[in-house]
């Protein structure tokens, strides 16, 4: 057990990597003990009093993510339909790079529901908190590179006696996906925007916020204790997807919560946001930006009516 600490944590070589990486790993645990202890203790205040936790942890992980660019830069051959759910290859490092992008938004949503910072976002910086609750997939996606869950499932970078199980996983992952961008993302973000979210339910989205850290940060080192065959591939694979649960199961309680209050308008514009998702190619692309457009206008006119 320590030999494989110190050979993961301990080399000399991408020592800044490995010490952030450790540094992380202890962070995040900390702050998971700390937030169910206070989820036991059933203080609904957490997230009001302790947000500043999450966006510190969030700030690592994007830290994290930028120091594995520097030390995976051998992984640029790699092709980008070579994605997570392979046991012949490892992950290409478009993947990494996409990572960037999701943990800003995660960074993102841990200022937006801190209620000061939210207060001076509104104030002073309306214009990202547009970018990032209406427009993120149209400015700031494709600054980023995409890997694709569809090609990874059509690869053979897969041994026969896996094919099931990582075509099970892959699907899984992209339903969590959909999932994640159109109710943990837009949906939540629009009930923040227009302050349909209670106090009391902000905690909810701190665990969203740890969900998420888990599967684009801690996800990353499953990877690779797979890779150097610390761990099995289904049980690595298993852990990642056990990242679902930590964001999807509160998301899905403030979900409930938000469905039996009137947010009728919010479900529609996420619903018709959900459709124009499935248009392909260019046309789609500018039929979504259109459409945030609408989305956009008409919350911020609820807003100045309210």
Known sequence: MFSTLVELFGQRRKILHRLLG?????????LLIFLSLSTL?????????????????????ILQTITALFAF???????????????????PYKFIQENIFFCLQLLFL????????????????????????????????PLFPKTSLSKSLATDKKTDGNQSFMRATAILTKLFF???????????????????????????????????????TIG??????KFKKYMGMRTSVSLY??????????????????AIRENIQLWLLVAGGLIVQFIRGTRGNVIRGCYQ??????????????
Not at 126 to 137: G, K, N, R, S, T
Not at 197 to 209: A, Q
Request: proline share 3%; hydrophobic share 50%.
């Open 241 to 258: 997807c056990f990242g679902f649960l930590i964001s999807g199961a509160p998301a899905s309680v403030l979900l409930f919560r938000l």
């Open 293 to 306: 457009a609408f989305v956009y206008a008409a919350l911020t006119n609820r807003l100045s009516i309210a």
């Open 178 to 216: 959909i999932f994640g961008k159109h109710l943990i993302g837009f949906f939540l973000n629009y009930c923040l925007f227009t302050k349909s979210i209670k106090p009391d339910d902000l905690f909810l989205l701190s665990w969203v916020g740890m969900g998420g850290a888990y599967n684009l």
């Open 22 to 30: 450790l540094s992380y790993l202890i962070h995040y645990a900390i």
């Open 73 to 91: 830069r051998f992984l640029r051959h790699i092709k980008a339909e070579q994605n997570y759910f392979t046991d012949k290859s490892t992950i």
């Open 220 to 225: 990353i080192f499953l990877h690779t204790l």
């Open 41 to 61: 203790s059933s203080n609904p205040t957490f997230h009001v009093q302790h947000s500043h936790r999450i966006f510190y942890l969030q700030l690592h992980g």
């Open 110 to 141: 841990a200022v937006y529901v801190n209620p000061s910072s939210s207060r001076y976002l509104r104030t002073k910086f309306q214009f990202i908190e547009a970018l990032f609750v209406f427009f993120p997939f149209q400015f700031l996606r």
